[in-house]
């Protein structure tokens, strides 16, 4: 069993920047294939980023294409620890933000695809 906790989430403006974290628990959580995914009120759970182990240091990413060059998603496995960098924040990003855990280490973009949830952080973005 892996727990997520997620952190970081505010309430920022237009076009201000915020740094998601979900902290991952066990020693095996280093190569678990981990997403970001955001669900805003009356709507489905919308995919955002995902990141795969692909061997040693090396890492494969893979964005939504609304997502792409101002979301960042990257991993320090010495505090267990993955991220999400959101910048030139959107109020249409407005969500919780949860992350979510694979160990069979696939990076899908579909919120099937994983086993393990957090319990997501809030963030809203004012106009």
């Known amino acids: 069993q892996v727990q997520l906790v997620e952190s970081g989430g505010g309430l920022v403006q237009a076009g201000d920047s915020l740094r998601l974290s979900c902290v991952g628990s066990?020693?095996?959580?280093?190569?678990?294939?981990v997403g970001w995914f955001r669900q805003a009120p009356g709507k489905e759970r919308e995919f955002v980023a995902a990141?795969?182990?692909?061997?040693?240091?090396?890492?494969?990413?893979h964005y939504a294409d609304s997502m792409k060059g101002r979301f960042t998603i990257s991993r320090d496995n010495a505090k267990n620890t993955v991220y999400l960098q959101m910048k030139s924040l959107k109020p249409e990003d407005t969500a919780v933000y949860y992350c979510?855990?694979?160990?069979?280490?696939?990076?899908?973009?579909?919120?099937?695809?994983?086993?393990?949830w957090g319990q997501g952080t809030q963030v809203t973005v004012s106009a």
């Open positions: 979510a855990a694979d160990p069979r280490n696939t990076a899908q973009a579909t919120f099937r695809g994983y086993d393990y």
């Open positions: 990141l795969r182990w692909s061997g040693g240091n090396t890492y494969y990413t």
């Open positions: 066990g020693r095996a959580f280093s190569s678990y294939a």
